[in-house]
């Protein structure tokens, strides 16, 4: 972009901000006071508790409550890795013992404890968070079934995710850990606004301890030079459903937007789906929707993956324990039962129970602090990439189908820059793409967990240390919040709150 | 004369029409954060109580042991109307109350030559930690047949008790710590949740207005009432009593099952009366009183009789719930009590919360 209209660009949008703080104007659009986020189903309460994120979608009819209701509690239930039992299926090695573990309360994770004089701290079973891993690679433009469609390439030995927890038997050297210990600790940093306020920024950092395969000292692959690792902090459930019901031209007609004068140029990320797999599709990719780096196509996927990734239960979906073929796991076969660990029952609740929760309902849509965040919200290029509304299509539940929502989501990849960048690629997302974040039901996240943590790693403590954090394509933008007056941000904080 | 100035006095404060902002403050700082530090305090007990009888394993000190575990897990149960706050955002519940336990584990624990001190028990799953953990060690399964005396423990055993009750220590004093003094060991200019709680406004960062706060406190009755009745009693029960699975019933070791239902609901009923132990109110029932007298008096009594129909699933004989469920008219006096707790919650979700959210 040439420098001459970049200038130009901020002097419009800063000439917009100061005509935008005088007046509201006429050109509300809906979406600034649009309050049922979810359409039909849309939970309403006057009183948002902790509790806001755990309730069906409104319009569910009868039957499909039920269903919802029996996910509702396979998603609290804790399963176990005593071979004796029959809610067997946890591990050998994984990240939590049940869905609502990391979910608390279906909503964000929380870092773990770190002590104020900030030493390396140990993940341990209530961590929230876990590390993704995987061979470096470079992106794989034309993917195929050769290179895998461009899917991460697993550390030998390990895989692609880094269990930090195992059954008692599974390491004589450490009992009770899986692949290798986790630690953690915090980099802190300052920003100073133009008008000399400072925020206080943190970054979590990563150590990664004790792996099973270590004979000495640094020795182990996952040490390796070319391992990349990124952490993953849990999500919020609600809305999955409405996401999944979005026709997929609507997000594809985003990425052909011409944002170049905003820096910005969404990409979709393209992946495996693994009910194209299981139905032999010869070419089974579908359009990323799920997971930090859209690397997910569906609920379906997303749901049962994770049950058999974060917590070691097989299911139809994804038969194979996630450490299988490695020397750990068959040193630890005698301890172990072979066969899928998760009924076809309880693994079609869990999905049901994930496509079926509720957004909450906005409050104080009519307040002018609100409504002016939005405005602002606008002008300084947020709804770029955070796109408020579609209306979804048709879909097998037909309580998601044919719903106005409003999610603030292009769901498409975009470089965040280097403040935020893993370097790791994951199909055809970089080390420095991150999908736009869904926005709505974002006001209650505190109220839900007073201690969660936005972005992939749950580092900011508040939606302003989040927006700090935005670089890349959403540099200018950033740049635009950080010009505005302290009263402007706070109203454009005021309107992500009213979400 | 003084006898009578000092009547009517308390007659004045009788009538003296209790707000929403001494009902939020009331249950806040009387019933919940005391029944935290009632938690920690038995925690302590229980631990003081493994310690003597690791020095000294008499049966007598057996049996105080397993009381002093019947009289912690009671302040545990009792708390589950309340699972909003630092009990989940600090991810404690996992090392307090993970059920079920793994017992091909901690058999293997037992049997290893490993040195079981506290950071051994810390590091290893949430499966070998806790509550269940200590009941098992302590009573052992707890069949009829087989009820565990001091005699049967083994040293290892002592060893490993001492250490998941120091552990159980740690975790409920890291409870109450943040809901008294820190909410938030990140921040410490935080105050304990209490203070975040106890004082809505538009500047509170989670609640903005008393209604809000009485809502939370509603619907935390709502939650546990919905967990006994469709999760921890349906669970287990099965639709019918060849589908019934006794190894899903939580305490099982201990027979403690109803007494851990019991006071989930009457956890509920601290929050509805607002009396605690000792302590009176006021609490929900107040608000709704000011609408509709006969509600408020009907659901007090409703969560009492849930209480009393708990205690005579075995009729005049003691059963633990794990063998209720496989005997026919026991599991029709359960399937009764998930009748009344469901219409109870529904209650509160379709009458009381419209109430107490104005």
């Known amino acids: ?499 | 004369m003084k006898f009578l100035w000092i009547a009517a006095l308390l007659v004045g404060l009788n009538s003296h029409a209790v707000t929403p902002e001494e009902i939020v403050d009331h249950i806040a700082r009387k019933v919940i954060v005391q029944d935290y530090v009632d938690l920690a305090s038995r925690a302590a007990d229980l631990h003081a109580s493994i310690l003597t009888l690791k020095s000294s394993p008499t049966q007598e000190n057996m049996l105080k042991a397993q009381q002093a575990w019947r009289d912690c897990r009671q302040p545990w149960e009792t708390s589950e109307a309340f699972l909003y706050g630092p009990v989940s955002s600090l991810g404690l519940d996992p090392s307090i109350d993970t059920w079920p336990l793994n017992k091909i584990d901690l058999q293997a624990v037992l049997a290893s030559n490993r040195t079981l001190d506290l950071d051994f028990v810390r590091n290893l799953g949430a499966n070998l930690q806790g509550f269940h953990t200590v009941e098992y060690l302590l009573f052992g399964e707890g069949t009829s047949a087989q009820k565990k005396v001091a005699s049967e423990l083994t040293s290892k055993e002592l060893e490993y008790l001492d250490s998941t009750s120091a552990l159980l220590v740690e975790k409920t004093g890291q409870l109450a710590h943040a809901w008294t003094t820190n909410a938030d060991p990140d921040n410490p200019s935080l105050p304990g949740f209490v203070e975040i709680i106890s004082r809505p406004g538009p500047n509170n960062p989670f609640y903005p207005t008393t209604q809000a706060v009485l809502s939370e406190y509603v619907k935390g009755i709502i939650g546990i009432l919905d967990e006994v009745a469709n999760g921890k009693i349906a669970g287990p029960m099965g639709s019918t009593i060849g589908s019934a699975d006794p190894s899903l019933v939580e305490s099982p070791f201990s027979w403690n099952s109803v007494a851990d239902f019991s006071n989930n609901v009457r956890s509920a009923l601290y929050v509805y009366s607002g009396d605690y132990r000792a302590t009176p109110g006021p609490g929900i029932i107040d608000v709704v009183r000011d609408t509709d007298p006969e509600l408020a008096k009907n659901t007090e009594r409703a969560l009492r009789r849930i209480i009393f129909e708990m205690s005579r699933i075995g009729g005049d004989v003691e059963i633990p719930f794990r063998e209720a469920i496989v005997q026919p008219e026991p599991r029709k006096k359960i399937e009764h009590i998930i009748q009344l707790l469901n219409e109870l919650s529904a209650t509160f979700t379709n009458k009381i919360l419209p109430i107490v959210e104005g």
């Not at chain 1, 996240?445 to 954090?469: C, S």
Request: glycine content about 10%; charged content about 25%.
């Open chain 1, 1 to 499: 972009m040439p420098k001459a209209f970049f200038y130009v660009l901020i002097f419009a949008a800063i000439c917009n901000l100061f005509w935008s703080g005088q007046s509201l104007g006429d050109d509300v659009e809906a979406w600034m006071k649009a309050s049922k986020l979810a359409g039909e189903g849309t939970f309403e309460s006057k009183y948002p508790s902790a509790t806001a994120y755990r309730n069906p979608l409104s319009n569910l009819r009868e039957e499909s409550e039920k269903k919802h209701l029996v996910g509702d509690r396979l998603f609290d239930k804790k399963f176990s890795d005593d071979l004796n039992r029959p809610d067997y299926g946890l591990g050998p090695t994984y990240n939590h013992l049940s869905c609502i573990g990391c979910h608390a309360k279906d909503g964000r994770g929380a870092l773990p404890i770190v002590p104020t004089t900030n030493p390396w701290t140990r993940l341990g079973t209530g961590a929230q968070i876990f590390l993704r891993i995987s061979l470096k690679e470079d992106l794989k433009e034309t993917p195929s079934a050769e290179n895998n469609w461009g899917s991460p390439i697993p550390v030998p030995g390990f895989g692609l995710q880094l269990f930090h927890l195992g059954s008692f038997k599974l390491r004589a050297d450490n009992p009770g850990s899986g692949l290798a210990e986790v630690w953690m600790k915090y980099d802190f940093s300052k920003f100073t606004y133009p008008d000399g306020t400072q925020v206080e920024l943190r970054k979590p950092i990563f150590q990664i301890r004790s792996p099973y395969d270590e004979t000495t000292p640094g020795s182990s692959r996952i040490l390796a030079k070319d391992v990349q690792t990124s952490p993953r902090m849990t999500p919020p459930m609600i809305g999955l459903g409405l996401i999944e019901a979005i026709p997929k031209e609507d997000i594809l007609n985003l990425a052909k937007r011409d944002l170049s004068a905003w820096g910005i140029h969404g990409k979709p990320n393209w992946v495996i789906d693994r009910q194209k797999e299981l139905q032999k599709d010869p070419v089974p990719l579908s359009l990323g929707r799920f997971g930090l780096k859209a690397n997910t196509p569906s609920v379906f996927h997303q749901s049962l993956g994770a049950l058999n990734g974060d917590m070691g239960v097989t299911n139809f979906a994804f038969p194979k324990e996630s450490i299988e073929g490695t020397e750990l796991f068959e040193a630890f076969k005698q301890n172990w039962k072979p066969g899928i660990e998760a009924s076809d029952e309880i693994s079609q609740a869990l999905v049901f129970y994930s496509q079926t929760l509720a957004v909450p309902s906005r409050r104080n849509v009519e307040d002018l602090q609100v409504l002016e965040g939005a405005k602002l919200f606008q002008t300084v290029g947020c709804t770029n990439c955070h796109h408020p509304s579609y209306k979804t299509g048709s879909h097998s539940i037909s309580e998601l189908s044919g719903q106005r929502i409003y999610p603030y989501s292009d769901f498409l990849l975009h470089d965040m820059g280097e403040g935020l960048a893993d370097g790791r690629s994951d199909f055809r997302a970089s080390g420095r793409d991150w999908k736009t974040r869904a926005l709505w039901g974002i006001g209650l996240t505190k109220v839900i967990n007073p201690r969660a943590g936005f972005l992939h790693d749950g580092r900011a403590r508040t939606l302003e240390e989040a927006i700090l954090w935005h670089g890349g394509e959403s540099k200018l933008s950033r740049e635009l919040f950080t010009k505005l007056s302290k009263s402007q941000r706070d109203s454009l904080i005021s309107f992500l709150k009213s979400l």
